[in-house]
């Protein structure tokens, strides 16, 4: 699976967007973009995940870029459930075990 | 979504003692689960593959005797620590995918916290 990069944490303001980016430069073509996010002492759930087109679901959306060596996931309206730990993976369809990173510490403020 | 259930959410256990953890698919049947530990402040580091009818994969540097794995059922996997010390209090976290599930949509349990004193 390809390396991603996050930044280790990010703040936004309740009601805002949250635009989390990952940077996933060595990606190969079969693999797709997983994010993932882990509210405090609780076990990882999906969000949305993606391979070369943007997507879009009631949590989320997904901007992949042209090249893919990039993603943005995009929570739309913030509110203080959502923060949490959030975690991008570059993933094939191969197998089914997950390597987690660091992910991005995304603290909603009031 | 699909369901998965650990039990228990919080344990605590004296030093030297085994402590059993459950993982199990509610809704759906899992050939294979995942078992995951997490320390504080630090991301899920993959601990074994369990694998139902067969052995479990472990990962490299983690003691299969001291972790004994095993998936009896199509629907339940179970992870004992043995003789536990306190360095192995950690965040214990199962994971699966139904079988209609892309390869990466994995369904975790809510985790368990082991305090060993």
């Known amino acids: 699976d390809a390396k991603t990069t996050q930044p280790p944490s990010m703040d936004c303001a309740e009601g805002r967007a949250a635009n989390l980016p990952c940077n996933h430069s060595?990606?190969?073509?079969?693999?797709?973009v997983y994010w993932y996010r882990q509210i405090h002492s609780q076990g990882p759930q999906y969000i949305i995940h993606?391979?070369?087109n943007n997507e879009t679901n009631e949590m989320a959306s997904l901007i992949i870029t042209e090249d893919r060596k990039s993603s943005t996931l995009i929570l739309p309206h913030a509110t203080l459930r959502d923060t949490a730990v959030y975690y991008c993976i570059a993933k094939n369809n191969a197998g089914n075990m997950l390597t987690f990173g660091g992910g991005t510490r995304l603290m909603v403020k009031p | 979504g699909a369901v998965v259930s650990q039990h228990p959410s919080w344990v605590i256990c004296k030093s030297g003692t085994s402590v059993k953890i459950e993982c199990r698919s509610l809704d759906f049947q899992a050939t294979t689960m995942f078992w995951y530990r997490q320390f504080p402040k630090q991301s899920l580091m993959l601990m074994a593959t369990s694998n139902e009818g067969s052995k479990a994969t472990y990962e490299q540097g983690v003691e299969k005797d001291k972790f004994l794995i095993n998936h009896a059922s199509l629907t339940l996997s179970t992870l004992t620590v043995t003789s536990a010390h306190p360095e192995d209090s950690s965040f214990y976290i199962c994971?699966?995918?139904?079988?209609?599930?892309?390869?990466?949509?994995?369904?975790f349990g809510e985790g368990s916290r082991l305090t060993v004193l």
């Open positions: 994971s699966a995918r139904p079988g209609l599930a892309v390869a990466g949509e994995l369904f």
């Open positions: 060595t990606i190969s073509g079969n693999e797709y």
């Open positions: 993606g391979l070369k």
